[in-house]
């Protein structure tokens, strides 16, 4: 072999060589790239019990994501302590984005100001991903009570201030706030009944025995449909397809009364400004689905996406507005 062909032998083996050494040092790389998001299964932890209608929506988010991750996402009920337990266990979890919180206003905006202690600090414990929309809340009367519109409501609670009484699902919450709204907007004093819950309020109301309560719209509506009860006014900001008739407590001219159950995905508060994009955006592709979208408001949800950002800002608002009316209202702390 002369020495040409050495020479090109040589550069053959060498080009060989480090060709095998670029697969080799690409090899993690590329796994790591090719690396699959989530990197588990996911739970999306959701304080209320299977049935109800948080439960439903969490069920429809993680069978939609789901589909876009090729990855299981299940449904994790953990109902108790008004949603703290559920709240707490995704503050103390991995952030990896494999254990999300179907969030409401309850856990974020409400507790604080109704609890001595939270085990976790809604701020800063919890990560804002994307908001989903709201439950909307109905103004609803007894048939007893022999009112038919939110106008003849009003006037027989100015008639006899004080006593008239409502319900609630408890001093605090969010039954309780949203007639505490109301009855500031609208000049009225009304007598709160607690209950532990809203089905054992409305069990009341078909009795005759509670004459007026703020509930969900999907709770009601069947109510409302066999007679059971008298819808006055639908509280969020425009009417809700199910029940087109019924006004708004905007347009009925007391704006500052609007109310309804917010709802959003959030993580634990370490989540990487990279997971909580993508998070987002796949919510994003799930929520804005015509067929997703169709199908949740049969249900009586109100959807409405909002990013990261936009939901931070509205957790921000309501906190100090919650605040403020907490105080006024001298609810003492448990």
Same mark, same amino acid.
């Given at each position: 072999?002369?020495?040409?062909?050495?020479?090109?032998?040589?550069?053959?083996?060498?080009?060989?060589?480090?060709?095998?050494?670029?697969?080799?040092?690409?090899?993690?790389?590329?796994?790591?790239?090719?690396?699959?998001?989530?990197?588990?299964?996911?739970?999306?932890?959701?304080?209320?019990?299977?049935?109800?209608?948080?439960?439903?929506?969490?069920?429809?988010?993680?069978?939609?994501?789901?589909?876009?991750? &090729?990855q299981s996402?299940? /449904?994790? %009920?953990?109902? *108790? @302590?008004?949603?703290? =337990? +559920?709240?707490?266990?995704?503050a #103390?979890?991995?952030?990896?984005?494999?254990?999300?919180?179907?969030?409401?206003?309850?856990?974020?905006?409400?507790?604080?100001?109704?609890?001595?202690?939270?085990?976790?600090?809604?701020?800063?414990?919890l990560?804002?991903?994307?908001?989903?929309?709201?439950?909307?809340?109905?103004?609803?009367?007894?048939?007893?009570?022999?009112?038919?519109?939110?106008?003849?409501?009003?006037?027989?609670?100015?008639?006899?201030? &004080?006593?008239?009484?409502? /319900?609630? %699902?408890?001093? *605090? @919450?969010?039954?309780? =706030? +949203?007639?505490?709204?109301?009855? #500031?907007?609208?000049?009225?004093?009304?007598?709160?009944?607690?209950?532990?819950?809203?089905?054992?309020?409305?069990?009341?109301?078909?009795a005759?025995?509670?004459?007026?309560?703020?509930?969900?719209?999907?709770?009601?509506?069947?109510?409302?449909?066999?007679?059971?009860?008298?819808?006055?006014a639908?509280?969020?900001?425009?009417?809700?397809?199910?029940?087109?008739?019924?006004?708004?407590?905007?347009?009925?001219?007391?704006?500052?009364?609007?109310?309804?159950?917010?709802? *959003?995905?959030?993580?634990?508060?370490g989540?990487?400004?990279?997971?909580?994009?993508?998070?987002?955006?796949?919510?994003?592709?799930?929520v804005?689905?015509?067929?997703?979208?169709?199908r949740?408001?049969?249900?009586?949800?109100?959807?409405?996406?909002?990013?990261s950002?936009?939901?931070?800002?509205?957790?921000?608002?309501?906190y100090?507005?919650?605040?403020?009316?907490?105080?006024?209202?001298?609810?003492?702390?448990?």
């Open positions: 072999m002369n020495i040409l062909n050495r020479v090109n032998t040589f550069a053959r083996i060498c080009a060989g060589l480090a060709c095998a050494a670029s697969i080799v040092m690409a090899g993690p790389a590329a796994a790591q790239a090719a690396k699959p998001f989530p990197p588990r299964l996911v739970k999306i932890t959701v304080g209320f019990s299977a049935g109800g209608p948080t439960d439903a929506m969490t069920r429809e988010l993680a069978k939609g994501l789901q589909d876009i991750w &090729g996402v299940i /449904a994790d %009920n953990r109902p *108790g @302590a008004a949603s703290i =337990i +559920a709240a707490d266990t995704v #103390r979890s991995t952030p990896d984005g494999s254990t999300l919180l179907l969030a409401t206003d309850t856990a974020v905006v409400v507790l604080p100001f109704v609890r001595e202690r939270l085990p976790y600090d809604p701020l800063t414990d990560k804002p991903i994307a908001g989903i929309g709201s439950i909307p809340m109905i103004l609803v009367a007894s048939p007893g009570f022999n009112v038919k519109t939110f106008g003849e409501f009003i006037a027989a609670a100015k008639a006899s201030p &004080g006593k008239i009484n409502y /319900a609630s %699902n408890g001093i *605090g @919450a969010t039954l309780h =706030i +949203a007639m505490e709204r109301l009855q #500031r907007a609208a000049g009225i004093s009304l007598n709160h009944i607690p209950y532990k819950g809203g089905a054992p309020a409305l069990v009341d109301m078909f005759g025995h509670i004459p007026v309560m703020w509930e969900t719209v999907p709770s009601t509506l069947p109510h409302i449909r066999e007679g059971k009860l008298i819808p006055l639908i509280g969020s900001t425009e009417r809700s397809p199910l029940l087109p008739n019924v006004p708004t407590i905007a347009e009925l001219g007391f704006p500052t009364a609007e109310t309804g159950i917010w709802m *959003g995905i959030m993580g634990p508060g989540l990487p400004p990279a997971v909580t994009q993508r998070v987002q955006d796949d919510l994003g592709k799930v804005n689905s015509p067929a997703w979208r169709e949740m408001q049969a249900r009586g949800f109100v959807i409405r996406f909002e990013t950002e936009q939901f931070n800002k509205r957790i921000r608002i309501e100090d507005q919650n605040k403020a009316l907490f105080a006024a209202l001298g609810i003492n702390k448990e």
